[in-house]
Nanobody, 130 residues
């Protein structure tokens, strides 16, 4: 099992920045850490489906961003710290959502498919005021 804990969400004004962190732990990380997992950030706004925001390969060499966040958000990972980050700049009210971290243990590339992720955090609330 892998436990994921998100942090860093809060209320921020439009145009501001936040950095979300996702710390991974668990017995299955004891040997290789999160370097064995592709990782993703998703978000879910009230009344809407959970959607992919960004994803990153195991090594961190390749990333994916949904169109609405390209140029504003950056996903990164520190495998030595078993932590994944989402740097969010130029925040907009439409970025308001609960942000979830997820881990995919299969394959070497990232996936944008929610069903492919094996482990999920409980989420952190990001609220952007206008």
């Amino acid at each position: 099992q892998v436990q994921l804990v998100e942090s860093g969400g809060r209320l921020v004004q439009a145009g501001g920045s936040l950095r979300l962190s996702c710390a991974a732990s668990g017995r299955t990380l004891s040997r290789y850490g999160i370097s064995s997992y592709a990782m993703g950030w998703f978000r879910q706004a009230p009344g809407k489906e959970r959607d992919i925001v960004a994803a990153i390969t195991r090594s961190g060499g390749t990333t994916y961003y949904t169109d609405s966040v390209k140029g504003r958000f950056t996903i990164s990972r520190d495998n030595a710290k078993n932590t994944v980050y989402l740097q969010m700049n130029s925040l907009k009210p439409e970025d308001t959502a609960v942000y979830y971290c997820a881990a995919d243990r299969g394959g070497t590339y990232y996936t944008t498919q929610i069903g492919e992720y094996d482990y999920w955090g409980r989420g952190t609330q990001v609220t952007v005021s206008s």
